[in-house]
């Protein structure tokens, strides 16, 4: 389609469509988020290839747009508007195994969900999102945290290279064996990666799924699968559930506790109802899992008899994300935060409890939102840490076990605004403890508002090479970045 609003489409080889500027901006671009959604993009460009990003960047330079490259769609904090070009990576899917080398090539664009399953299928796993609907390229580019951490380190610390376009529309492959300033930015992709570079393809390292042991699905189905035990527990019983959730942690290695506070989904008994939630993933065999010290404590009787629901389940390792997937709804004001704790106490948890209930008591809307807490082992985090290849990457507070995760979801301006309030005072109610001991706070560039408080992702030497890299990289500002000082 060509447009008498831009001279340079004859450079665009490749499927793009100009909206019309006075179109609902949230019709022309569905995201996860229809928060920083302004305004229609000036265009949307769908390549196919390498060489359809390059011409893309040079039309984006001769009419000064900043490009966004899009994945899953599912980062709530990216401005899009009239000088926005939205490059959508949608044709950029492929996955390419390579058993010899127990690596994957996955595509710029290619989606959780398909990865896992077709590692799955395989007989491979690496380490994912919990949501089949993220982007991989989009979750590791801020470290990506996922229910492997214990085992194998976050997504950043599993990427083998990157293919990648640069602003100057140079084709690169980076790698921890590149050197110089090619080294600097793979190491930065691998943990501070937004607005660098368009990634068209990602290397990661895989494991075969036989290494975890795990339990056949049920008598009839012989796929392997993952032990999960939840319990739901009504506001009056919880205390038990914070002591219950701190004496779980740091679990075995295997294992992830997921503690929080929500409301009850429609359908169910407790449909709108406030209810605290203490539930356990175990990435190895049932029987281990249950004899581990933590398992025995959320089978035990007396914590069972509080909770209004108590259930074992094992499920299928290719649907282990199936569970979450009405969170993946696009549209409404959604917006995520993340911080990396080292120590929480009772007190602080009841409190950050105390506000999550009155901002949701206040505000109907708010109701699909929730408080919640990852708890792992980050020992493997820190080990991996401690070589020369993990000290160059961009993935810090590594022995910090608690990753606090605020999902924000409204539908009225007010509410929003309400949330966000909500999550910066829990958030200072839960560092405290760290803050007594003399720990920086440190905000997960994955899940960040990517608004201020920059300075709390890294250390002083860190946030320098970035803006280092920044200027190196995107110093024309080409593409959008949340790190620019
Ligand atoms: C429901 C939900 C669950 C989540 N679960 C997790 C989780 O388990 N672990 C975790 O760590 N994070 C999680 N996140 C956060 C998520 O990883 C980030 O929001 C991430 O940026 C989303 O990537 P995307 O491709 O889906 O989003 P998009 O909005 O499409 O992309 C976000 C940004 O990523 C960059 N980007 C994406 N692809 C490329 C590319 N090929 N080249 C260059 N830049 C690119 C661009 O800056 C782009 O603007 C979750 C978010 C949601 C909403």
């Given at each position: 389609m060509a447009d008498s609003s831009f001279n340079n489409t004859n450079l665009l080889a490749c499927p793009f469509s100009i909206p019309d500027p006075k179109a609902s901006a949230t019709k022309v671009v569905s995201r996860w988020s229809d928060t920083h959604v302004e305004s229609p993009p000036a265009i949307i460009i769908t390549p196919n290839s390498e060489e359809d990003v390059v011409s893309a960047l040079k039309f984006a330079k001769l009419n000064k747009l900043t490009v966004i490259p899009a994945g899953g769609r599912h980062n709530p904090a990216i401005p899009i508007n009239?000088?926005?070009?939205?490059?959508?990576?949608?044709?950029?899917k492929s996955i390419q195994l390579d058993k010899q080398y127990s690596q994957v090539q996955i595509g710029g664009g290619a989606l959780t969900g398909d990865v896992i399953r077709y590692l799955a299928q395989e007989g491979y796993f690496t380490t994912m999102a919990?949501?089949?609907?993220?982007g991989v390229v989009g979750c590791l580019l801020g470290g990506g945290n996922s229910s492997q951490n214990g085992l194998i380190g976050w997504m950043a610390d599993n990427i083998m290279s990157f293919r990648v376009v640069t602003a100057a529309g140079d084709i690169v492959q980076v790698s921890s064996?590149?050197?110089?300033e090619e080294l600097a930015l793979f190491n930065a992709l691998c943990g501070a990666g937004h607005g660098l570079c368009v990634v068209i393809s990602a290397t990661i390292r895989i494991y075969p799924l036989?290494?975890?042991?795990l339990s056949p699905a049920s008598k009839d189905d012989p796929s392997p699968s993952i032990w999960s035990r939840t319990l739901i527990f009504p506001p009056t019983a919880i205390d038990s559930a914070i002591d219950a959730f701190l004496a779980a942690s740091p679990p075995p290695e295997p294992m992830n506790v997921i503690f929080g506070f929500s409301r009850g989904p429609p359908g169910t008994p407790f449909a709108g109802k406030p209810i605290v939630l203490l539930t356990s993933t175990y990435y190895g065999p049932a029987s281990e899992a249950e004899a581990s010290s933590v398992g025995a404590r959320l089978l035990h009787p007396s914590l069972v008899e509080k909770a209004v629901k108590a259930d074992t389940v094992q499920i299928p390792f290719a649907n282990a994300n199936n569970a979450y997937e009405p969170l993946n709804d696009h549209g409404g004001f959604k917006s995520m935060s993340s911080n990396r704790i080292a120590r929480l106490s009772p007190r602080a948890l009841k409190d950050a409890y105390g506000k999550y209930l009155a901002v949701t008591d206040k505000y109907p809307d708010a109701v699909r939102s929730a408080l919640m807490f990852h708890s792992f082992n980050p020992s493997k985090l820190a080990e991996l840490g401690a070589t020369p290849e993990g000290e160059g990457r961009?993935?810090?507070?590594?022995?910090?076990?608690f990753c606090t995760i605020g999902v924000m979801w409204s539908s009225e301006p007010a509410t929003r605004d309400a949330l966000a309030v909500l999550y910066d005072e829990a958030v200072t109610i839960l560092q405290k403890d760290d803050e007594e001991a003399g720990l920086p706070r440190r905000v997960f560039p994955g899940i960040m508002k990517f608004l201020p408080g920059r300075r709390d992702l890294f250390s002083g030497e860190k946030l320098a090479e970035l803006d280092r890299l920044q200027e190196k990289w995107n110093g024309d500002g080409l593409f959008w970045s949340p790190y620019k000082a």
């Open positions: 009239s000088k926005s070009l939205y490059l959508d990576l949608i044709n950029l919990n949501s089949n609907a993220v064996s590149s050197k110089g036989s290494s975890l042991n961009f993935v810090e507070a590594r022995d910090r076990g």
